[in-house]
């Protein structure tokens, strides 16, 4: 079976912190991704990795940076945190980006920022 | 434009029913795929069910399935003998084909199900 970890389950942060979320998967899959969830929003993409060192931006890329230095790691990274990073961040893999293919997703991070 | 649309926020079921969750998509590419996933109060999310833009029967599996309707470009989740463990967010996702280079995975924003025993 697939394993997406994430590195917390929960995060409590005061406002203009640095905060690392890390999400590792075990399935020597290419493509990785970071949403966050918001009540009433759904999932909106932050960014998306093909591949290693690679990053695109996705929907709401402000304010998030991402690094992929190995594959199998997709960490997202809060330079300085704001109230409105106040989320649930889901990390998701994928072994490639056809059509038809499924993305498995971690349990997710709920971070407050206070 | 919403490239997803799920109008339905909350939804009740009487445990033992069929329950239908509305999902509408829009997109220009030919080739795409349409997705299900169910996420519990836990917070993962959990793939159900898909539908490729060229299948021409409509996905099964288990107690769900999915009603695809291409002219209206509606794929819509029906759970039959819903069951107190489907209370859940489910949300409807599409990929893009080729047209677009292949992309992420796109969300609706959701549909509670409640199922009332």
């Known amino acids: 079976d697939v394993k997406v970890t994430q590195s917390s389950r929960y995060l409590v942060k005061r406002t203009g912190e640095k905060v690392f979320l890390e999400c590792v998967q075990d399935?020597?899959?290419?493509?990785m991704f970071w949403y966050r969830q918001d009540p009433g929003l759904g999932l909106r993409l932050i960014y998306f990795?093909?591949?290693?060192?690679?990053?695109e931006k996705g929907d709401i890329p402000e304010g998030y940076s991402v690094s992929r230095e190995k594959k199998e790691r997709f960490s997202l990274i809060l330079e300085s945190t704001s109230t409105n990073q106040t989320s649930m961040y889901l990390c998701?893999?994928?072994?490639?980006?056809?059509?038809?293919?499924?993305?498995?997703f971690g349990p997710g991070t709920r971070l407050l920022v206070l | 434009a919403q490239k997803i649309t799920q109008t339905q926020p909350g939804m009740f079921v009487q445990e033992k029913e069929a329950v239908t969750l509305d999902c509408t998509y829009d997109?220009?590419?030919?080739?795409?795929?349409l997705f299900w996933y169910k996420q519990p109060s836990s917070g993962e999310m959990i793939f159900l069910i898909y539908?490729?833009?060229?299948?021409?029967q409509n996905a099964t599996e288990g107690r769900y399935s999915l009603n695809f309707q291409k002219a209206r470009k509606s794929a819509n989740l029906v759970i039959s003998a819903s069951q107190l463990g489907d209370s859940a967010m489910y949300f409807c996702?599409?990929?893009?084909?080729?047209?677009?280079?292949?992309?992420?995975?796109?969300f609706g924003k959701g549909t509670r199900l409640s199922v009332i025993a």
């Open positions: 399935m020597d899959h290419e493509n």
């Open positions: 997109t220009s590419d030919q080739s795409y795929g």
């Open positions: 539908q490729g833009s060229y299948d021409e």
């Open positions: 998701a893999s994928s072994l490639f980006l056809r059509v038809q293919e499924t993305q498995y």
């Open positions: 996702a599409m990929r893009e084909g080729l047209a677009s280079g292949n992309t992420p995975l796109v």
């Open positions: 990795s093909y591949d290693v060192k690679m990053k």
